[in-house]
């Protein structure tokens, strides 16, 4: 099953999609990646959609992606007796005793917001419908100013935009969540409340490798250290719900872009994520500003955009999927995506993988090359030649099932499983052989192959080849593997 588009699509399950007719609906409309959102559902529950997601990879032969979304670090209010109001320009006070809340205190149960409060700094509450001014604090109660007043009620959320709060990522909860989802076999692993790169190679020690890492970034102090994520995480996302909480909405389209920006140069796959098809939540068809929503990050060149609400507990999962794949299709068949893409074109990287794929793009529009052809064993060469995004498709070929599923998320990459090979030769008989079967070249046609040698070293990308395709008679090597062959060149 082939994806007509380069972008991805994230889709995420929930009450409205947890069975079997429902995932694999939602695959024929174009989910390429499945979210399992660990702060709702059981481990029980999510073990079923897995099982559910690997029957429909199974059934169509194509690599599907799992990616496990933790819940991070929740910090709440206590329990308020009743709901009250607060009051503009009158104090309230935050502290540590467990008495019910009034509408002048109320129990916060964070001793690392006490740590980290200042006179003049904001507090949040409730996804910012309310807006406090920290006044003073002592060691258990903090008095502030109501900025903004309304209704408070028991629970609700407390951000701290101008702050690095002292709380890891992971709580004992992800903890617990993560070692389930890496017995389930989450392909990639989305952390939470991540604010600096320690966060995120705290969490990728803990995963040893088992996984890929997407670094979601939240707040604000994620922003003021990207580079430094980007670099250590896998993949990024950008959580727009929860960002803007914490930033003014106004300044949310710029952060998402240089978020983009960003990452397209360090050559991670970056998601776009939150309220993207949000009305479709009830109605069949979505605004007209969310559509062009979704088309301007697409625009941008991102990796993938994901479906919260609208595909996990929405009336319309399937249509909010099939929507999100002809807003992409559509994009990415108008002219000026491409001069867009190509004006957003990076330089290469200081080290020879990089220049071996940038010098790919240049190859493939010279020759009018169909495809190319990425061989891999950990999913590094198929990233770095989605970097500099191609004209043409990138059929990424591996021999790991493993890799194959993680590169669903990266643009342009179409994932296929491929026997294992042990010469140059060999690779280019399987590479040609993707192209035939997967649907991307036909007989005669120019593909271009990028590799590293040898075979199997990660990060060794070292190679360009350019090859004609032809359809050959299959051999059969010494150990009964079937490979083929072009040009003549045996396998």
């Given at each position: ?439 991307f070249a036909s007989e005669g046609e120019e593909i271009v192959i990028v590799a590293g040698m040898p075979f199997g070293m990660h990060g060794s990308t070292n190679m360009v080849h350019v090859a004609r395709v032809a359809k050959l008679p299959e051999l059969a090597r010494a150990d009964g593997a079937i490979v083929h062959t072009f040009e003549g060149v045996p396998a």
């Amino acid at each position: 099953m082939r994806r007509y588009r380069k972008a991805k699509i994230v889709a995420t399950l929930g009450p409205a999609t947890s069975s079997l007719d429902a995932i694999r609906s939602l695959f024929a409309a174009g989910a390429d990646v499945f979210r399992f959102n660990f702060s709702h559902g059981s481990h029980e529950t999510h073990q079923q959609n897995y099982g559910f997601v690997r029957q429909v990879e199974a059934e169509t032969g194509r690599p599907i992606a799992v990616l496990a979304d933790l819940q991070g670090p929740k910090l709440r209010i206590g329990l308020m007796r009743e709901p009250s109001t607060l009051v503009e320009g009158e104090q309230f006070v935050l502290d540590r005793s467990q008495e019910l809340g009034d509408a002048s205190r109320v129990c916060l149960p964070h001793q690392e917001l006490f740590d980290c409060a200042e006179p003049g700094k904001t507090l949040l509450i409730d996804d910012g419908k309310l807006q406090l001014r920290v006044e003073t604090v002592e060691a258990d109660r903090m008095t502030t100013t109501v900025v903004t007043g309304g209704v408070l009620s028991s629970r609700k959320g407390v951000n701290v935009p101008d702050a690095v709060i002292p709380i890891p990522a992971l709580t004992e909860k992800d903890i617990a969540d993560l070692e389930f989802a890496l017995r389930m076999g989450a392909d990639w692993v989305a952390l939470s409340f991540v604010q600096t790169a320690e966060d995120v190679t705290a969490a990728k020690a803990r995963i040893a490798g088992r996984a890929t890492v997407v670094a979601k970034l939240e707040k604000p102090a994620a922003i003021e250290h990207l580079e430094q994520i980007a670099l250590q995480a896998d993949a990024v996302m950008v959580a727009r719900g929860d960002l803007g909480v914490e930033l003014p909405p106004e300044r949310v389209p710029a952060v998402q872009k240089r978020i983009s920006r960003v990452c397209r140069q360090l050559g991670r796959p970056v998601i776009v994520a939150t309220q993207m098809l949000e009305s479709m939540i009830s109605a069949p068809v979505p605004t007209r500003a969310e559509a062009s929503d979704v088309a301007s990050a697409i625009y941008d060149g991102v990796d993938a955009v994901m479906l919260s609400a609208e595909s996990a507990s929405g009336r319309y999962p399937r249509e909010a999927v099939q929507m999100m794949d002809r807003i992409i299709r559509e994009v990415e068949a108008d002219p000026l995506y491409r001069n867009m893409i190509d004006a957003q074109q990076v330089s290469a990287l200081s080290n020879r993988q990089d220049a071996v794929c940038g010098a790919l793009r240049d190859i493939t529009r010279t020759v009018g090359a169909k495809t190319t052809i990425a061989y891999t064993s950990s999913g590094a060469t198929a990233l770095r030649a989605a970097r500099v995004r191609p004209q043409t498709p990138i059929v990424g070929v591996t021999p790991s099932l493993e890799v194959a599923r993680r590169m669903c998320l990266t643009w342009g990459v179409h994932a296929s499983v491929v026997p294992d090979v042990k010469d140059v030769d060999e690779m280019i008989a399987v590479a040609s052989n993707a192209a035939l079967t997967e649907g991307f070249a036909s007989e005669g046609e120019e593909i271009v192959i990028v590799a590293g040698m040898p075979f199997g070293m990660h990060g060794s990308t070292n190679m360009v080849h350019v090859a004609r395709v032809a359809k050959l008679p299959e051999l059969a090597r010494a150990d009964g593997a079937i490979v083929h062959t072009f040009e003549g060149v045996p396998a």
